[in-house]
C-alpha cells in the first residue's frame, strides 16, 4: 500500500490536521491517553540566510522565509484513578541540523506565556510542557529511534527517587522525547516502532514522495492514521507541495553551501592578511633595528672625530713649543 511520505512538512501537516489522527499519534509517542486536543498555535515559517555578499571584514546576508513545521497543542491527558491533567505539547519537525538556539527559544516563549495554563480565574495552575522532536538527522546516538528525557526527582540524601506528583516540580521541567528518523531502520520492537515505520526512508518508492507499508502491521488504533497518509497522496495539490518543498529545500541546501564558502574564503583572506601584517611587523621591526644600528655607528664615528680631534690639538701644542 503506498502512502505519501510524512517526512514532507505538507504531508505531516495533512496528517495532523485531522484530531482523531493527531490524538492516535501523540499519545502512542508520549505513552499517556490524549482524550482532548487542540490546536493553541501553528508556526510554519522562519528565516534563512539569503547570498551572501563579501565586504572587507565580513560576509552580508539579507534573509529569507522559509517553512518550519512547529505545532503547539493542549492537551488532556487521562491519568490513573479517574484523574486528568492538562499540559502544553510543543512538536518541532526538521529534515537537517537545526540552531538548538532555535529550539531553546521556542520553549522559553512557552514558559513566558501566562496563557499556557488552567483552572478558574481564582486558581490557575501552570500547565506542564511535553516536547516532541521529529528529526531527520542523527543526534549521535545510534541504534535508539526514540529517546525519552525525563529528569529524575530525588532525596539527595538516600539518593531514591521521588514518585509523588507534585505541581511544583512540574510547572518548572518538562519532558522531551526525540526522533531519529534515520535510526528506525525497519525496528518494529514495539507498537510504537511499529507506528514510527510510516517515516522509514527505507521503504520509499521508486518516488521518493511515497512509502510501501503494510497495513496489517499496524495495530488497529493506528490504521486511521495509514488512511489520512492514503488521502494525501492522493491528492495531487500535496504532491506538487512536496514537489516545491524538494526544490526549497535543494535551494536551501546550495546557499548554505555558498554561504560556508564564502566564510571560508573570508578566513584565508584575513589568514593572508594577518600573516602579511605580520611580515610587515617584523620588517619595520628589522628597519628600526637597522636604524638604530646606523645611529649608533654614527655616534661612534662622532665621537672617534671627536678623539681625532684632541689629537690633532694636542699635535698642534707640542709642535708650538
Known amino acids: 500500500m503506498h502512502i505519501a511520505n510524512p517526512i514532507y512538512d505538507v504531508v505531516f501537516k495533512f496528517m495532523m490536521e485531522d484530531n482523531k489522527v493527531a490524538k492516535a499519534f501523540l499519545s502512542a509517542i508520549i505513552q499517556e491517553e490524549v482524550v482532548e486536543l487542540d490546536f493553541t498555535s501553528q508556526e510554519r515559517t522562519a528565516r534563512i540566510k539569503d547570498e551572501p555578499k563579501k565586504t572587507k571584514t565580513k560576509v552580508e546576508t539579507e534573509t529569507t522565509q522559509y517553512t518550519v513545521c512547529r505545532f503547539d497543542f493542549t492537551a488532556r491527558i487521562a ?23 532555535r529550539f531553546r527559544r521556542y520553549l522559553g516563549l512557552h514558559y513566558q506565556n501566562a496563557d499556557n495554563a488552567y483552572g478558574d480565574a481564582n486558581h490557575r495552575k501552570a500547565c506542564q510542557i511535553y516536547c516532541i522532536f521529529l528529526l531527520g538527522y542523527d543526534i549521535g546516538i545510534p541504534e535508539c529511534p526514540v529517546i525519552r528525557v525525563d529528569a529524575q526527582t530525588q532525596d539527595v540524601v538516600t539518593n531514591e527517587n521521588v514518585s509523588v506528583s507534585n505541581d511544583f516540580i512540574e510547572s518548572l521541567h518538562h519532558r522531551s522525547w526525540i526522533v531519529q528518523i534515520n535510526q528506525l531502520k525497519r525496528r518494529r520492537r514495539n507498537d ?32 486511521p492514521i495509514i488512511r489520512r497518509l492514503r488521502m494525501a497522496a492522493e491528492s495531487e495539490d500535496i504532491q506538487i507541495e512536496m514537489e516545491m518543498e524538494d526544490d526549497f529545500l535543494q535551494e536551501l541546501q546550495d546557499k548554505e553551501r555558498i554561504i560556508a564558502q564564502k566564510e571560508k574564503e573570508l578566513e584565508e583572506e584575513k589568514k593572508i592578511n594577518k600573516e602579511q601584517k605580520k611580515a610587515l611587523k617584523e620588517k619595520d621591526k628589522a628597519l628600526e633595528e637597522q636604524k638604530k644600528s646606523l645611529e649608533e655607528q654614527k655616534k661612534s664615528l662622532e665621537e672617534k672625530d671627536k678623539a681625532l680631534e684632541e689629537l690633532r690639538k694636542q699635535l698642534a701644542e707640542i709642535q708650538q713649543k
Do not use: C, W
Request: glycine share 4%; charged share 30%; hydrophobic share 40%.
Open 192 to 223: 510504537l516502532e511499529k507506528l514510527l515505520s510510516i517515516f522509514d526512508q527505507t521503504n520509499r518508492t521508486k518516488s521518493h514522495y511515497f512509502l510501501n507499508v503494510n497495513e496489517e502491521d499496524l495495530p488497529d488504533i493506528y490504521r
Open 79 to 101: 491519568l490513573p484513578g479517574g484523574r486528568f491533567k492538562t499540559i502544553m505539547i510543543e512538536l518541532q519537525k526538521a529534515k537537517l541540523a537545526s540552531d538548538i538556539m
